[in-house]
């Protein structure tokens, strides 16, 4: 059963001051290593409880962002020598031999786009051109939108072993759906091996935790769609868990009333209009970032069924501020008390 609260629900706020996806601090005076670097167009923050061993723990922080850098050479398609900018290069012409890793990524990539009827696709890029949200933007045209379209097929990938080949020579993989996600999970991974189970990493809102912080669960906060940044709609406490938000407050412009943002479900050319705001309670900061856009673009009944079907929590807000969300999220979620209306 989906589970809604109406309008009343949005006029609850935490305090904490966050910007999107981020911790609300505890005051104990405990010893902590926080450390914040710009990568992949954002910004990172890894925080690792130090066990008393703060060179450890600094050095296993520098090994999560070496991680995080080699990751990032491998997968950006802003790079030109990495190897998915050499697959698009060679479009139509013939495949390139990647390494198994990015192979295995678009593997898993073309299974999400199958799971989400096509709204997680990582061949969006073939379109991606004509959505620009700088000073200078105007809506496309319809026509623009669908020649544009046409590139977008994630069926159409071909994969031989490790080679990739794109049959068309307009058609382009971006990776920037489901790569920070797989970042986050490395990332935590290196934390773990070095000997750290209390950690956060935290790459521009896509949040992963493990363990504990200071003996409580970590406390991560959720964006109001429709409030400034730093008003929270609500909180949860993961443990072991990453959580993401997708909202369409990130990138926007409206012109003529009309609100238009960088989720765009590929199957239209337009942005989604079944939400504002989805967060998504996974195992996997991968998971989290794929299946947040996928329930966005789906809406509150096909993507909490999906969420379900996929073993992790959403939370949608819909366009009339209602909040649906699967049973599990709504028992995490926690509001000020506030009568309802």
């Known amino acids: 059963m989906v589970n809604i609260w109406r309008r009343t629900a949005l006029s609850l706020a935490i305090t904490g001051g966050l910007f999107g996806l981020r911790f609300v601090p505890w005051e104990k005076p405990v010893s902590t290593i926080r450390l914040s670097r710009p990568l992949m167009g954002t910004l990172w923050t890894i925080e690792v409880l130090d066990d008393a061993r703060p060179a450890a723990a600094r050095a296993a922080i520098d090994q999560a962002y070496t991680e995080l850098n080699r990751i990032d050479q491998l997968m950006s398609e802003w790079k030109p020598e990495s190897p998915i900018s050499q697959v698009n290069a060679a479009a139509g012409r013939h495949p390139v031999e990647v390494p198994a890793e990015l192979r295995e990524l678009i593997e898993r990539s073309i299974r999400y786009s199958r799971i989400t009827e096509g709204a997680f696709d990582i061949t969006w890029r073939g379109m991606g051109s004509i959505w620009k949200f700088d000073d200078k933007f105007q809506p496309p045209t319809k026509q623009a939108v669908e020649t544009a379209r ?9 994969i031989d072993d490790n080679r990739i080949f794109l049959p068309k020579s307009t058609m382009s993989i971006g990776l ?26 935290d790459g521009g809102g896509d949040v992963r935790v493990s363990g504990t912080r200071y003996g409580q669960s970590w406390r991560l906060g959720i964006q109001h769609p429709r409030r400034e940044h730093g008003q929270l709609l609500a909180a949860v406490q993961p443990r072991n868990q990453s959580l993401v938000t997708s909202g369409d407050y990130e990138r926007f412009r409206i012109v003529n009333n009309v609100r238009y943002h960088h989720i765009i479900d590929v199957r239209t050319g337009w942005p989604a209009t079944a939400a504002t705001s989805v967060s998504v309670l996974a195992p996997t900061a991968e998971q989290g970032v794929v299946l947040a856009k996928g329930i966005f673009i789906l809406g509150p009944e096909k993507g909490l069924a999906l969420a379900r079907a996929e073993g992790v929590e959403a939370l949608l807000v819909d366009p009339n501020d209602r909040l649906f969300t699967t049973a599990g999220f709504q028992k995490a979620l926690e509001f000020p008390r506030q009568e309802d209306n």
Do not use: E
């Open 176 to 201: 920037g759906g489901i790569a920070k996600g797989y970042a986050v999970d490395r990332a935590a991974a290196v934390l773990a091996q070095a000997g750290f189970p209390n950690t956060m990493v």
């Open 150 to 158: 046409r590139n977008v097929d994630y069926r159409a990938i071909q």
